[in-house]
């Protein structure tokens, strides 16, 4: 495209950088000719751009103008701040991703951020963090993507304050986080980074799985396995460490890493090393698990049944949700052998480029 002619998309990415530009007075509006520059390393079709301005769209239709924050959190690849929606006051947070500079790299960076934002404009369920809208910034360097403000913090960083949780209370967080994964797997998609790090408590009591970055979400004649390395190592199932293919099961095997850590108050393998190779190796091991922890005999069971190796023996989400341990002894505690969902999964591999596990 040309320096003199601006197409629909480009129009509207204009529009994008000049409203992300008055949402604090202190950045300045960059030029036009800055704006060609930077748009000409992350669009490198008028159709890509348009993509990220459809995707862009508040999903509300409504605009938010925010000013940001304090640092709430930060991963590998983001940082997240609290924020303030600027006319209404409520609190929100924004997930902001410095893109590089490196034009070999930002192509790569920006599909995986539109992967994610495409992804996370699809959920609507009260236990995952709700998705508001995506600003390029004034400069175009970096993506901010507003999403809802969860105040109580990580499941993580409960645990580090309260210690070892109580039996009530590890079976109201699991029910939430069953009726989230159970959401996520009906509508297509594997979360593969399950761990208490990514998993919001608010002061009330309600859980809101976040982090959205490592999902894969299948099409609806796309019911293969995955064999990309994904997650961190602590939580990894064996499946993933081998790359023998994995799908919906392996955030099952997750989530029993998760309950260890609840009724523990330390993520499995941790008392063995904390060198993520050597718990790679140990994931990799036939026949080794996790320790159990002492709790009831009823949270055990249902640890043991989401940590077994073999991918196809794990209940599903929905298969725990109707357990007496959820249910106030209303259903029996008997478990399929082999779940619906993971007896339907074609075992046709697709090979995808693995990448460097986030620890």
């Not at 709430?72 to 983001?78: D, P, R």
């Not at 006051?89 to 070999?104: C, I, R």
């Not at 995986?112 to 609507?124: A, G, I, P, T």
């Amino acid at each position: 495209m040309g320096h003199g002619c601006l197409s629909k998309g480009s129009v509207k990415i204009h529009e994008m950088v000049n409203r992300a530009a008055t949402l604090n007075n202190s950045s300045p509006r960059p030029n036009d000719d800055l704006i060609r520059r930077k748009k000409s390393q992350l669009f490198l079709t008028d159709d890509s751009e348009s993509t990220f301005v459809e995707l862009s769209t508040p999903r509300t239709g409504r605009t938010i103008r925010w000013k940001r924050g304090e640092i709430i959190g930060e991963g590998a690849y983001a940082k997240v701040y609290q924020c303030m929606n600027i006319e209404t006051g409520e609190l929100l947070a924004v997930k902001h991703f410095k893109l590089t500079d490196d034009p070999n790299k930002i192509q790569k960076e920006f599909t995986l951020m539109k992967k994610e934002v495409s992804l996370l404009r699809q959920l609507d369920h009260p236990n995952i963090v709700q998705y508001y809208q995506t600003d390029l910034s004034p400069d175009m360097t970096s993506l901010n993507v507003v999403i809802e403000y969860v105040p109580g913090g990580t499941l993580k960083h409960l645990i580090q304050k309260y210690g070892i949780l109580e039996d009530d209370v590890i079976k109201t967080f699991t029910r939430q986080l069953l009726k989230g994964l159970a959401y996520l797997h009906d509508n297509g998609v594997i979360h593969r980074d399950l761990k208490s790090a990514n998993i919001l408590i608010s002061t009330n009591g309600t859980l809101k799985l976040t982090d959205f970055g490592s999902s894969r979400k299948f099409e609806n004649s796309d019911l293969e396995l995955t064999k990309s390395l994904k997650g961190s190592p602590y939580w990894m199932a064996p499946e993933v460490v081998l790359r023998r293919g994995h799908s919906y099961s392996a955030d099952i095997w997750s989530l029993g890493c998760v309950l260890i850590e609840m009724a523990s108050g330390k993520p499995p393998w941790s008392n063995y090393s904390k060198d993520a190779r050597e718990v790679l190796k140990l994931i990799a091991t036939n026949d080794v698990l996790p320790d159990m922890p002492k709790c009831e005999r009823q949270l055990k069971n249902i640890i043991k049944q989401c940590i077994q190796r073999e991918p196809l023996r794990r209940p599903t989400a929905k298969d725990l949700l109707k357990l007496s341990y959820f249910n106030d002894g209303k259903t029996n505690d008997s478990l399929t052998e082999q779940s619906s969902l993971s007896r339907n999964i074609n075992v046709e591999i697709i090979e995808e480029q693995a990448e460097e596990y986030v620890s």
